[in-house]
Protein backbone atom coordinates (compact mmCIF):
# COMPACT_ATOMS: atom_id res chain seq x y z
CA UNK A 1 0.00 0.00 0.00
CA UNK A 2 1.60 3.21 -0.88
CA UNK A 3 0.44 6.48 0.53
CA UNK A 4 1.07 9.97 -0.19
CA UNK A 5 -0.27 13.39 0.95
CA UNK A 6 -1.12 16.29 -1.08
CA UNK A 7 -2.66 18.27 1.77
CA UNK A 8 -2.25 18.08 5.48
CA UNK A 9 -3.15 21.78 5.97
CA UNK A 10 -6.89 22.32 8.21
CA UNK A 11 -9.19 25.20 7.51
CA UNK A 12 -8.03 27.29 4.90
CA UNK A 13 -4.95 26.66 2.32
CA UNK A 14 -2.09 28.93 3.57
CA UNK A 15 1.67 29.91 1.81
CA UNK A 16 4.78 31.88 3.16
CA UNK A 17 8.17 30.92 3.88
CA UNK A 18 7.37 29.40 7.26
CA UNK A 19 4.95 26.93 5.98
CA UNK A 20 7.71 25.40 3.60
CA UNK A 21 8.39 22.01 4.54
CA UNK A 22 5.21 20.93 5.81
CA UNK A 23 3.38 22.93 2.98
CA UNK A 24 -0.05 24.82 2.85
CA UNK A 25 -2.55 22.60 0.92
CA UNK A 26 -5.75 21.63 2.93
CA UNK A 27 -6.63 17.52 3.03
CA UNK A 28 -5.87 15.59 -0.03
CA UNK A 29 -4.78 11.68 0.61
CA UNK A 30 -3.87 9.33 -2.41
CA UNK A 31 -3.66 5.50 -1.44
CA UNK A 32 -2.52 2.64 -3.92
CA UNK A 33 -3.30 -0.59 -3.67
CA UNK A 34 -0.40 -3.31 -4.75
CA UNK A 35 -2.79 -3.83 -8.21
CA UNK A 36 -1.97 0.45 -8.20
CA UNK A 37 -5.76 1.14 -7.91
CA UNK A 38 -6.01 4.74 -7.31
CA UNK A 39 -8.21 5.91 -4.18
CA UNK A 40 -8.32 9.25 -3.32
CA UNK A 41 -9.62 10.81 0.30
CA UNK A 42 -11.04 14.71 0.14
CA UNK A 43 -10.87 17.07 -2.61
CA UNK A 44 -8.87 20.02 -0.65
CA UNK A 45 -6.73 22.52 -2.36
CA UNK A 46 -3.98 19.86 -2.51
CA UNK A 47 -6.06 17.84 -5.58
CA UNK A 48 -5.09 20.11 -8.22
CA UNK A 49 -1.26 18.97 -7.83
CA UNK A 50 -2.70 15.23 -7.88
CA UNK A 51 -5.00 16.13 -11.21
CA UNK A 52 -2.09 17.36 -12.71
CA UNK A 53 -0.25 14.42 -12.12
CA UNK A 54 -2.60 11.79 -12.97
CA UNK A 55 -3.02 13.45 -16.33
CA UNK A 56 0.57 13.07 -16.96
CA UNK A 57 0.25 9.21 -16.04
CA UNK A 58 -3.01 8.77 -18.09
CA UNK A 59 -5.00 7.82 -15.03
CA UNK A 60 -8.64 7.89 -15.66
CA UNK A 61 -10.36 5.39 -12.95
CA UNK A 62 -10.69 6.45 -9.50
CA UNK A 63 -12.51 5.82 -6.32
CA UNK A 64 -12.99 9.02 -4.31
CA UNK A 65 -13.96 8.95 -0.88
CA UNK A 66 -14.93 12.25 1.29
CA UNK A 67 -14.42 12.18 4.98
CA UNK A 68 -16.87 15.65 5.01
CA UNK A 69 -18.02 18.81 3.10
CA UNK A 70 -16.52 21.42 4.94
CA UNK A 71 -14.70 23.95 2.76
CA UNK A 72 -11.18 22.78 2.95
CA UNK A 73 -11.96 19.15 1.80
CA UNK A 74 -13.88 20.29 -1.32
CA UNK A 75 -12.76 23.53 -1.96
CA UNK A 76 -10.00 22.27 -4.92
CA UNK A 77 -12.34 19.77 -6.66
CA UNK A 78 -13.61 22.50 -9.12
CA UNK A 79 -9.50 22.75 -10.40
CA UNK A 80 -9.09 18.64 -10.28
CA UNK A 81 -8.84 18.74 -14.03
CA UNK A 82 -9.84 14.99 -14.61
CA UNK A 83 -13.27 15.71 -13.48
CA UNK A 84 -13.42 17.63 -16.97
CA UNK A 85 -12.18 14.90 -19.10
CA UNK A 86 -15.04 12.57 -20.82
CA UNK A 87 -12.48 9.28 -20.14
CA UNK A 88 -12.50 10.02 -16.34
CA UNK A 89 -14.94 7.49 -14.28
CA UNK A 90 -15.07 8.12 -10.59
CA UNK A 91 -16.63 6.12 -8.14
CA UNK A 92 -17.76 8.57 -5.14
CA UNK A 93 -18.26 7.20 -2.15
CA UNK A 94 -19.30 9.77 0.87
CA UNK A 95 -21.93 9.83 3.72
CA UNK A 96 -25.59 11.81 3.75
CA UNK A 97 -24.36 14.66 5.69
CA UNK A 98 -25.92 17.63 7.59
CA UNK A 99 -26.11 19.57 4.66
CA UNK A 100 -27.44 16.88 2.51
CA UNK A 101 -26.20 14.15 0.36
CA UNK A 102 -23.25 14.01 -1.12
CA UNK A 103 -24.05 14.85 -4.91
CA UNK A 104 -26.35 17.86 -3.79
CA UNK A 105 -23.15 19.11 -1.52
CA UNK A 106 -20.82 18.49 -4.36
CA UNK A 107 -22.86 20.68 -6.69
CA UNK A 108 -23.44 23.41 -4.49
CA UNK A 109 -19.19 23.90 -4.08
CA UNK A 110 -19.71 25.14 -8.22
CA UNK A 111 -22.64 26.84 -8.49
CA UNK A 112 -23.37 30.26 -9.61
CA UNK A 113 -21.84 32.74 -7.72
CA UNK A 114 -19.19 30.35 -6.81
CA UNK A 115 -17.76 28.89 -9.74
CA UNK A 116 -18.63 29.24 -14.00
CA UNK A 117 -18.71 25.44 -14.01
CA UNK A 118 -21.40 23.58 -13.43
CA UNK A 119 -21.01 19.83 -11.53
CA UNK A 120 -23.63 18.92 -14.22
CA UNK A 121 -22.00 19.69 -17.16
CA UNK A 122 -18.73 17.96 -15.94
CA UNK A 123 -17.82 15.94 -18.90
CA UNK A 124 -16.48 12.36 -16.37
CA UNK A 125 -18.63 10.15 -15.47
CA UNK A 126 -19.56 10.50 -11.57
CA UNK A 127 -21.25 7.55 -9.65
CA UNK A 128 -22.44 8.64 -6.47
CA UNK A 129 -22.50 5.87 -3.59
CA UNK A 130 -23.84 7.06 -0.23
CA UNK A 131 -22.94 4.71 2.68
CA UNK A 132 -22.41 6.13 6.38
CA UNK A 133 -21.46 2.49 7.07
CA UNK A 134 -18.94 1.60 4.11
CA UNK A 135 -17.73 -1.85 3.44
CA UNK A 136 -16.21 -2.02 -0.23
CA UNK A 137 -12.81 -3.45 -1.67
CA UNK A 138 -10.91 -1.56 -4.19
CA UNK A 139 -9.12 -4.83 -5.52
CA UNK A 140 -7.42 -6.68 -2.51
CA UNK A 141 -7.63 -3.76 -0.45
CA UNK A 142 -10.56 -3.38 1.98
CA UNK A 143 -12.15 0.29 3.40
CA UNK A 144 -14.18 0.55 6.02
CA UNK A 145 -15.83 3.63 7.80
CA UNK A 146 -16.69 5.32 11.26
CA UNK A 147 -18.26 8.13 11.72
CA UNK A 148 -16.55 10.95 12.69
CA UNK A 149 -17.21 13.30 15.39
CA UNK A 150 -17.26 16.53 14.06
CA UNK A 151 -19.96 19.22 13.43
CA UNK A 152 -22.29 18.32 10.24
CA UNK A 153 -20.76 14.64 10.59
CA UNK A 154 -18.04 13.09 8.59
CA UNK A 155 -16.80 9.97 8.43
CA UNK A 156 -12.91 8.51 8.87
CA UNK A 157 -11.61 5.08 7.25
CA UNK A 158 -9.48 2.15 7.33
CA UNK A 159 -7.27 0.95 4.62
CA UNK A 160 -6.07 -2.83 4.79
CA UNK A 161 -4.31 -4.69 2.34
CA UNK A 162 -2.00 -7.80 2.63
CA UNK A 163 -1.87 -7.78 6.55
CA UNK A 164 -1.09 -3.99 7.03
CA UNK A 165 -3.49 -0.95 8.11
CA UNK A 166 -3.66 2.98 7.54
CA UNK A 167 -6.23 4.66 9.68
CA UNK A 168 -7.27 8.01 8.91
CA UNK A 169 -8.89 9.90 11.20
CA UNK A 170 -8.96 13.70 10.02
CA UNK A 171 -11.29 16.40 11.69
CA UNK A 172 -12.48 14.23 14.53
CA UNK A 173 -12.19 15.81 18.58
CA UNK A 174 -12.25 13.24 20.79
CA UNK A 175 -13.07 14.73 23.94
CA UNK A 176 -16.62 15.53 22.56
CA UNK A 177 -19.12 13.91 21.14
CA UNK A 178 -20.84 15.69 17.89
CA UNK A 179 -24.33 14.01 17.28
CA UNK A 180 -23.63 11.54 14.43
CA UNK A 181 -19.84 10.78 16.19
CA UNK A 182 -19.04 7.85 18.09
CA UNK A 183 -17.05 7.17 21.59
CA UNK A 184 -13.37 7.62 22.35
CA UNK A 185 -13.33 4.02 22.58
CA UNK A 186 -14.77 3.05 19.28
CA UNK A 187 -11.94 4.88 17.66
CA UNK A 188 -9.38 3.32 19.82
CA UNK A 189 -11.13 -0.09 18.84
CA UNK A 190 -10.90 1.25 14.61
CA UNK A 191 -7.26 1.96 15.49
CA UNK A 192 -5.90 -1.09 17.25
CA UNK A 193 -2.63 -2.62 16.20
CA UNK A 194 -2.65 -0.34 12.73
CA UNK A 195 0.48 0.13 11.18
CA UNK A 196 -0.05 4.21 10.54
CA UNK A 197 -2.68 6.21 12.14
CA UNK A 198 -2.80 9.45 10.85
CA UNK A 199 -5.27 11.72 13.29
CA UNK A 200 -6.63 15.35 13.69
CA UNK A 201 -4.15 16.96 15.93
CA UNK A 202 -5.57 20.86 15.11
CA UNK A 203 -4.71 22.51 18.58
CA UNK A 204 -2.73 22.93 21.78
CA UNK A 205 -3.66 21.73 24.85
CA UNK A 206 -4.08 25.33 25.88
CA UNK A 207 -5.80 26.44 22.98
CA UNK A 208 -8.58 23.62 23.20
CA UNK A 209 -9.41 24.72 27.02
CA UNK A 210 -9.86 28.56 26.42
CA UNK A 211 -11.52 28.71 23.51
CA UNK A 212 -11.94 25.76 20.66
CA UNK A 213 -13.88 23.09 22.81
CA UNK A 214 -16.41 22.18 20.20
CA UNK A 215 -15.27 22.99 17.57
CA UNK A 216 -14.21 19.55 16.33
CA UNK A 217 -10.91 19.09 16.22
CA UNK A 218 -8.14 17.38 18.57
CA UNK A 219 -5.51 18.91 20.75
CA UNK A 220 -2.05 16.77 19.65
CA UNK A 221 -1.82 15.19 22.81
CA UNK A 222 -5.15 13.81 22.88
CA UNK A 223 -4.28 12.42 19.76
CA UNK A 224 -1.10 11.12 21.02
CA UNK A 225 -2.64 9.31 23.97
CA UNK A 226 -5.03 7.68 21.18
CA UNK A 227 -2.21 6.16 19.16
CA UNK A 228 -0.37 4.89 22.30
CA UNK A 229 -3.12 2.94 23.81
CA UNK A 230 -4.38 1.65 20.02
CA UNK A 231 -0.69 0.52 19.99
CA UNK A 232 -0.03 1.63 16.31
CA UNK A 233 3.42 1.39 14.91
CA UNK A 234 3.26 5.21 13.76
CA UNK A 235 1.33 8.24 14.07
CA UNK A 236 0.76 11.02 12.09
CA UNK A 237 -0.04 14.59 13.13
CA UNK A 238 -2.57 16.02 11.20
CA UNK A 239 -5.10 18.59 9.96
CA UNK A 240 -2.53 21.32 11.13
CA UNK A 241 -3.21 24.63 11.94
CA UNK A 242 -3.16 27.38 9.06
CA UNK A 243 -1.28 29.84 11.79
CA UNK A 244 0.92 27.17 12.95
CA UNK A 245 4.51 27.32 11.47
CA UNK A 246 6.82 24.75 10.47
CA UNK A 247 9.03 25.48 13.82
CA UNK A 248 6.05 25.03 15.70
CA UNK A 249 4.93 21.97 13.99
CA UNK A 250 8.36 20.77 15.57
CA UNK A 251 7.69 21.46 18.44
CA UNK A 252 4.63 19.72 18.57
CA UNK A 253 6.30 16.81 17.07
CA UNK A 254 8.96 16.54 19.53
CA UNK A 255 7.01 16.65 22.55
CA UNK A 256 5.36 13.70 21.50
CA UNK A 257 8.07 11.95 21.19
CA UNK A 258 9.26 13.15 24.45
CA UNK A 259 5.87 11.54 26.38
CA UNK A 260 6.22 8.31 24.17
CA UNK A 261 9.97 8.26 25.72
CA UNK A 262 8.76 8.72 28.79
CA UNK A 263 6.08 6.00 28.81
CA UNK A 264 8.49 3.56 27.49
CA UNK A 265 6.48 3.46 23.47
CA UNK A 266 8.45 3.01 20.75
CA UNK A 267 6.75 4.62 17.68
CA UNK A 268 7.48 6.33 14.88
CA UNK A 269 5.85 9.66 15.45
CA UNK A 270 5.83 12.88 12.56
CA UNK A 271 3.72 15.46 11.35
CA UNK A 272 2.14 14.43 8.15
CA UNK A 273 3.48 16.65 5.12
CA UNK A 274 2.59 17.79 2.08
CA UNK A 275 3.72 15.63 -0.52
CA UNK A 276 4.98 13.26 1.86
CA UNK A 277 5.26 9.73 0.76
CA UNK A 278 5.09 5.93 2.90
CA UNK A 279 4.47 2.64 2.08
CA UNK A 280 3.51 -0.38 4.45
Given at each position: M??R???????????????N?????????????????????????G????G?L??K???????????????DH??????FK?????Q??????G??????????V?????NA???????????????H??????????????I?S?????PN???G???E??G?S?V?????????????G??????????K??D?L????????????????????????????????A??R????????????DE??????????????Q????M?????????????
Amino acid sequence: MFIRCWGSRGSIPVSGPEYNRFGGDTTCIEIRNDDDDIVVVDAGSGIRRLGNLLLKEGRFDLTMLFTHAHWDHVLGLPFFKPVYMPQTTLQIHGCPFEMGDLFKVLQQVMNAPYFPVQYGELLSTRNHSLACDLEIMVGGMSINSIPLSHPNKGQGFKFEEKGKSFVFLTDNELDFEHPGGTTYEDYLAFSKGADLLVHDAEYLPTEYEKLTRGWGHTTYTRALELAIEAKVRAFGLFHLNQDRTDEQVDAMVEDCRRIAAQRGVDMEIFAMAQDQEITL
